[in-house]
């Protein structure tokens, strides 16, 4: 072989060896999972659950089934630990989820701007928030913490309830044991009021509640009726609205840059009509002339109870100190966009 033939030879040797690399290379860069893997706290049964799954069945009609998502509920893949979701996300062992500010505000600490007290009291005060530019900018540092947030959704406004007695003062919740969520600010705003708090995952809420060795909880009214909460033992319910729990729709980058540009967009246009279809199932029946949620609590035998403007009043007062101490942590600035916001509607 003379030399010109060596030379094309090891240049054919080259692109063969260079050729599977470079189809390879090409080929991860576009390859779909069979499946993706999207937690929750919970499942179909709550309106929380109801969004994932109808972001789910959009995605999968829009791309005819090329991005196919199955939910796993009760973050199943971390074991249950709520507060470790956001984590596992980024890290890629949850590719998608649907998940609550509060549980991930161990990591974001901006996210316990919806935590803060008695901040946005209704609906409206909410949508203020996060539909304006103090949304906008929580999404922003979202993105910044390591994923890619496409869309809100809505827990609800958590309200309180127990085994003991009707709540219509600070001093009706003294000595009273409340399970609460694992974000410390809710430690504080418990041990504000008297009451002795202790955290614990949604899992294991349930079976103290039953056993009496926490006697009450706070979460939305649709979660009790649906976790039918009034047969462990919860009788008490005050409406207070203290603190709203905003959702948000959520991809795993390595995830999210896998996607053709134009399945993203379908990804993210079907996560925007999931999370606007989950608030208003998240809202139906608690508020303006359809109160049928409530009514339909006050059916199973619990006492519902409606504050005052002043006794709602005295619970502002009351966790105050919690509110001024976590604004400085959340950031004074963001904090006082989100007051701005708010503000006009506000009825006392």
Same mark, same amino acid.
């Given at each position: 072989m003379d030399r010109r033939s060596l030379l094309k030879a090891g240049a054919a040797g080259s692109?063969? /060896?260079? @050729?599977?690399?470079?189809?390879?290379? $090409?080929? %991860?860069q576009g390859k779909y999972k069979e499946e993706y893997r999207l937690s929750t706290v919970v499942g179909t049964a709550f309106p929380w659950g109801k969004g994932a799954d109808l972001w789910i069945n959009l995605v999968r009609e829009r791309t005819q089934g090329r991005i196919h998502i199955k939910m796993y509920p009760g973050?199943?893949?971390?074991?249950?630990?709520?507060?470790?979701?956001?984590?596992?996300?980024?890290?890629g062992v949850i590719d998608m989820a649907v998940g609550s500010t509060i549980n991930w505000s161990p990591q974001i600490k901006e996210l316990n701007l919806f935590? /803060?007290? &008695? /901040?946005?009291?209704?609906? %409206?005060g909410l949508d203020a928030v996060v539909q304006g530019e103090v949304g906008k900018r929580i999404m922003q540092i979202v993105e910044k913490a390591g994923v890619v947030p496409l869309a809100w959704g809505e827990n609800g406004f958590r309200e309180v309830t127990n085994s003991k007695r009707e709540i219509r003062s600070p001093d009706d919740?003294?000595? !009273? =044991? &409340?399970?609460?969520?694992?974000?410390?600010? &809710?430690? #504080?705003? &418990?041990? @504000?009021?008297?009451?002795?708090?202790?955290?614990?995952?949604w899992a294991d809420a349930q079976p103290a509640l039953a056993s009496g060795a926490v006697e009450g909880q706070e979460n939305p009214l649709h979660v009790f $009726?649906?976790?039918?909460?009034?047969?462990? +033992?919860?009788?008490?319910?005050?409406? *207070?609205?203290?603190?709203? #729990?905003? !959702?948000?729709f959520v991809v795993n980058r390595d995830i999210w840059n896998s996607w053709t540009p134009a399945d993203r967009e379908i990804v993210r246009a079907a996560a925007v009509d999931a999370g606007r279809q989950?608030? %208003?199932?998240?809202?139906?029946?608690?508020?303006?002339t359809d109160l049928s949620l409530v009514k339909e609590?006050? $059916? !199973?035998?619990?006492?519902?109870?409606? /504050?005052?403007? +002043?006794?709602?009043? +005295?619970?502002?007062?009351?966790?105050?100190?919690?509110? #001024? =101490? *976590? @604004?400085?942590?959340?950031?004074?600035?963001?904090? =006082? =966009?989100?007051e701005a916001a708010v503000a006009p509607t506000r009825k006392g």
């Open positions: 692109i063969a /060896l260079a @050729a599977p690399f470079v189809i390879r290379g $090409a080929h %991860a973050v199943s893949l971390i074991n249950g630990d709520q507060t470790r979701e956001f984590s596992a996300i980024r890290q935590s /803060l007290p &008695f /901040l946005t009291r209704n609906h %409206a919740m003294k000595g !009273l =044991k &409340f399970r609460v969520v694992g974000s410390p600010i &809710f430690n #504080d705003t &418990f041990t @504000a009021l008297g009451a002795n708090p202790t955290q614990m995952s $009726a649906a976790a039918k909460l009034h047969t462990l +033992a919860q009788k008490f319910v005050t409406r *207070w609205g203290y603190v709203a #729990d905003p !959702l948000i989950e608030i %208003a199932i998240a809202r139906k029946g608690l508020s303006g609590v006050e $059916a !199973l035998g619990v006492k519902v109870t409606e /504050l005052s403007a +002043a006794e709602l009043k +005295a619970f502002e007062v009351a966790t105050k100190p919690v509110y #001024d =101490k *976590w @604004a400085k942590q959340i950031g004074i600035d963001l904090v =006082k =966009k989100a």
